[in-house]
């Protein structure tokens, strides 16, 4: 094939994708247009797109009941029943144990009520999320006024649909600073009325949780009323409430008698921290037993050694209690007793210092210390050794005596030793020193000997005084004329060749 077969071929090739791209916006064109004629009627459009919007604002409004199922639950159902059968019959006749407690089909129900104030907690802090995340439409600022789930649900439904909140009765609710802020904000709040179906749905959620509410009261009612048979030890030293809340999280009683002590002191504890915010107020490793009355009255920065003391009873309380042993609660009741007594001691404050009397005025001079004059002076009075040998008396042997005019002395074991009188000992710390200048002039003096004499004895004249200072050495007669000391050159004569 030539090259201008190839660019004819080329050419044809362009034509026709050209063609078919036509075609195509054209067959565009004609969907649009026949879609714009068929839908020249403006009202009919507006009309469909509120329906539309309308519902899709009520769809999002879901029935609580399809987010919170805890309701629906058989073992919601059964638990509830049951507990309302055990509370219809007197508690004496209940808990009739057996070989041990895990048996008893009461201790079960106990169990199970304590699982389920947890999944009770749990649903409602769901419901809690859903009334913020719907009512917000109508009352934005109302989340951070009122944090807490509960009261949240009573204002919501307090306030309904009204957009006049001075009508609105709040005071059985929140305390009354808060109903002047809420009254505040809900006059300058942004939020819009809702529709009867969302406002339905949202008061519906408002009542389940106050529901759910009363039943965790119900169960935990129940439940405190049976601790005193259950573990009546470890009630008695923290509580049935703390007990009770104790033996739930465990998983019961023995399960939470194999905890040891160390570990009860932070069973239950919030380990949750959000993040980025501070960790001052955290309470990381205070579990339940932080709850405990004795604790919560007791001043803060005691509470962790207290928490200690009332742990190391705990689990002992709960081995009792296993075992069944006192099941008056006796020893759980002398627990406490003895815990009570550790934290008076620790609540003492410490012992006040002694206050120091002023001293008398005018009273003279004090007694010091002895030094050397002090012991000199007692020295002289100190008692000799012939007192002392006056004052013995030998065993079975009678002793002499000095007679008087009209008395007479005995002499003790005196003239019975050998005599011989032992020489004093010298004290050194009351012997008399000599200070420098007198050592000066003792060294400067001869040390000559008491035999030395100044007489000599020569054959002229006999005996003759001699001035011994006048006397030289051996040697130092032949130095006095060139080599003594003071001698000095005074005048040399050069023609003096001698």
Known sequence: MSDTEDLLAMLDSDEESGNEQLNENEETNSKFSSYDLNNLNPSKDNNTAQNTDTNSKEDNVK????????????NYKEILKKID???????????QLTSTIEQDPEYQLIISANNLTVEIDNEI????????????????????????PLDYART???????????????????????????NIQGAATV??????TQLSHILEAAQLALDFDDDRTKILNYVESRMTFIAPNLSAIVGTRTAARLMGVAGGIAALSRIPSCNIITLGANRLVATGLSRISNKAHEGLIFSAPIIQSSPPDLRKKFARILSNKCALACRMDLSREYPDGSYGRKFREDADKQMERLIEPPPSKNVKALP??????????????????????AITDLQKARNRMAFGEAEEEAMGIDSS??????????????????????????????????????????????????????????????????????????????????????????
């Open 360 to 381: 008398v005025p005018d009273d003279g001079p004090k007694k010091r210390r002895a030094g050397r004059r002090v012991r000199k002076a007692k020295e002289a009075y």
């Open 191 to 196: 939020g819009k009325p809702l529709s009867e």
């Open 156 to 182: 919501v439904k307090a306030i309904g649909k009204e957009m006049d909140l001075s009508k609105v009765d709040l005071k059985p609710i929140l305390p009354s600073g808060t109903i002047m802020i809420v």
């Open 409 to 498: 002395e005995g002499l003790g074991m005196v003239g019975t030793s050998s005599g011989k009188i032992r020489a004093a000992a010298v004290d050194t710390r009351i012997k008399g020193t000599l200070n420098k200048r007198h050592k000066a002039i003792i060294n400067a003096t001869s040390n000559a000997s008491g035999f030395t004499t100044s007489l000599s004895f020569t054959p002229a004249q006999g005996i003759e005084l001699e001035n011994p200072d006048l006397r030289q050495p051996k040697g130092e007669a032949g130095k006095d004329k060139y080599f003594k000391n003071f001698k000095k050159f005074l005048y040399v004569d050069k023609n003096n060749k001698n």
């Open 85 to 95: 059968d055990f509370n219809g019959e007197p508690k004496e006749k209940n808990l």
């Open 63 to 74: 029935n609580i009941y399809k987010i919170s199922k805890l309701t629906a639950s058989d």
């Open 125 to 148: 802090v769901i419901i809690h999320k859903y009334l913020r995340d719907h009512y917000v439409t109508r009352f934005p600022e109302l989340e951070q006024l009122v944090p807490n």
